[in-house]
Structure formats: structure tokens, C-alpha cells
């Protein structure tokens, strides 16, 4: 069975404080993603890498970097978390670019 | 630029009758097409995709889709809703030539007993 797996569920974290969003998916995809998920938005992307070490910006990667150091690990990171950040973060992976997504139960983030 | 509206942000059915999710699409070239479900506290699965084959796509736990061009529309239909289909449904749609990929807002499905 396919698996996407986000370290955490939910996630507390103080204005200021550096965050790290921890992906991990077992299907061998070259593709991966970071969105970000809020009420009456949809979803948004963040930052999506297509290889090992490559990274592309979406459409919303202002106060994000992203990691992605091994094909199957793709990490988000807040340098600077602050409160308008506070959303439920979703990692997903794909064989082709514009394909199927194949999403994590996501980490539902609060920044105080 | 291509956009994805999903007509009603919230819809509530009986259970044993029809659903209908509305969504319409803009994109300048032919594009394919997902509706994906999102249960409560979990990611988002596949139900079903249009890639220009068959214009009415068959998906899982006996969701539908009819892809229109002329009505630029992409709507997801049920014949008799069960109590296990409430949750959010995102319709996206991707553009290969443009590279893009969006998502509509979402529409809440609420299933009443």
C-alpha cells in the first residue's frame, strides 16, 4: 500500500521559533509537494522539488525553504514561524508533475 | 491562467439520495481533470480523473464525473448518497502546457440521517 507519512499530527509552536515539517514517502516518486490547506482557500502550493536537491517555488513560498536531501524525504521549514503561518500542512508525492497526488494525513500547525 | 470554481462551498443531502458537487473550469488548452475526497483528520485520496478519454469517468464508492467542454464544467454526481461520503471534495485541474496545477476551494458535503 502507497504511504505518505507526515512526522506529526498537530504541532505547537512560539512566534520566532524555527520549524521543521518532516515528509517522508515509500512509492519511489520522483516528484513531491508542499501545500498548505485553509478554510475556503483550497489548497496552495508552497514549494515542490521533481529530483534530489532540486526545488521549485508554488505559488505562496514567501517565509519557506524546503529540504530535500534523499528522493524519498522532502522537509518544509519555517526560518521564522509566525502567527499567520498557523494552517494544516499537507506533503504529497507523484510520479508525474501534473499527475495523481498521493497525500499525507497532513500536520495541522498553531503558532502562538 | 488557468482557475477551478467550485460552485457551492457546502452541501447538504439525505442519506439515500442523489449528490450532485458542481465545478467549473477554465483553461486554454484541454486539460485533465481530479476530483479528490478529504475524510475528516486525513489527506486527500483520489476518486476519480479525466484525461481525455471516456467523458464520463467512473470512480470509486460509486462516484461520477461528466466532463463538458461546451459548459466548460466537470461536476460530481452520486445516485444515493451513504452516511461514510460526508467529508470535502476538491475538484483540480492540471494544464500540461501551461505546467500548472489548481485546486478549488472545496465543497463540505454533510449527509443527514
Known amino acids: 500500500d502507497v504511504k505518505v507519512t507526515q512526522s506529526s499530527r498537530y504541532l505547537v509552536k512560539r512566534t520566532g521559533e524555527k520549524v521543521f515539517l518532516e515528509c517522508v514517502q515509500d512509492?519511489?516518486?520522483?516528484?513531491m509537494f508542499w501545500y498548505r490547506q485553509d478554510p475556503g482557500l483550497g489548497l496552495r502550493l508552497i514549494y515542490f522539488s521533481y529530483d534530489v536537491k532540486m526545488k521549485e517555488k508554488g505559488d505562496i513560498p514567501e517565509g519557506y525553504s524546503v529540504s530535500r536531501e534523499k528522493k524519498e524525504r522532502f522537509s518544509l521549514i519555517l526560518e521564522s514561524a509566525s502567527t499567520n503561518q498557523t494552517s494544516m500542512y499537507l506533503c504529497a508525492s507523484s510520479v508525474g508533475l501534473l499527475g495523481e497526488l498521493f497525500f499525507g494525513s497532513g500536520t495541522q500547525l498553531s503558532v502562538l | 491562467a488557468q482557475s477551478v470554481t467550485q460552485l457551492d462551498s457546502h452541501v447538504s443531502v439525505s442519506e439515500g439520495t442523489p449528490v450532485l458537487l458542481r465545478c467549473n473550469y477554465s483553461s486554454s488548452y484541454s486539460p485533465s481533470l481530479f476530483w479528490y475526497v478529504q475524510h475528516p483528520n486525513k489527506g486527500l485520496q483520489l476518486l476519480l480523473k479525466?484525461?481525455?478519454?471516456?467523458?464520463l469517468v467512473k470512480g470509486i464508492n460509486g462516484f461520477e464525473a461528466e466532463f463538458k467542454k461546451s459548459e466548460t464544467s466537470f461536476h460530481l454526481t452520486k445516485p444515493s448518497a451513504h452516511m461514510s461520503d460526508a467529508a470535502e471534495y476538491f475538484c483540480v485541474v492540471s494544464d500540461y502546457n501551461n505546467n500548472d496545477m489548481r485546486f478549488g476551494a472545496g465543497t463540505r458535503l454533510t449527509v443527514k440521517p
Open positions: 479525466y484525461t481525455s478519454a471516456a467523458t
Open positions: 512509492m519511489d516518486h520522483e516528484n
